[in-house]
């Protein structure tokens, strides 16, 4: 079994700055792409970025030149730093992650709140 435990979301104001973490435990072989996902009430989980295991990132449009996506392979962790917020990024971010062999797990989410 695998975990996922997602840390840093909290409550900022607009124009502010957060940093997403999450670290993968459990029966890891190796980690293919890792990411970040965000679901708002009543709305379908929303891709913000994904990392591959070489580096390669991509980004929901909403957040390109504002989020940056990065991972740490030896600590089996990656991160999202969100710069610019916007009251619309106001949501619950999931923490996403591929096993090599295929198996894909998700972390229970963390809170980001932007007060105008």
């Known amino acids: 079994q695998v975990q996922l435990v997602e840390s840093g979301g909290g409550l900022v104001q607009a124009g502010g700055s957060l940093r997403l973490s999450c670290a993968a435990s459990?029966?890891?072989?190796?980690?293919?792409?890792m990411g970040w996902y965000r679901q708002a009430p009543g709305k379908q989980r929303a891709l913000v970025a994904t990392?591959?295991?070489?580096?390669?990132?991509h980004y929901a449009d909403s957040v390109k030149d504002r989020f940056s996506i990065s991972r740490d392979n030896a600590k089996n962790s990656v991160y999202l730093q969100m710069n610019s917020l916007k009251p619309e990024d106001t949501t619950i971010y999931y923490c996403?992650?591929?096993?090599?062999?295929?198996?894909?797990?998700w972390g229970k989410g963390t809170l980001v709140t932007v007060s105008p």
């Open positions: 459990g029966s890891i072989f190796r980690i293919g792409n």
């Open positions: 996403n992650a591929v096993m090599d062999w295929g198996g894909n797990y």
């Open positions: 990392i591959t295991s070489g580096g390669g990132t």
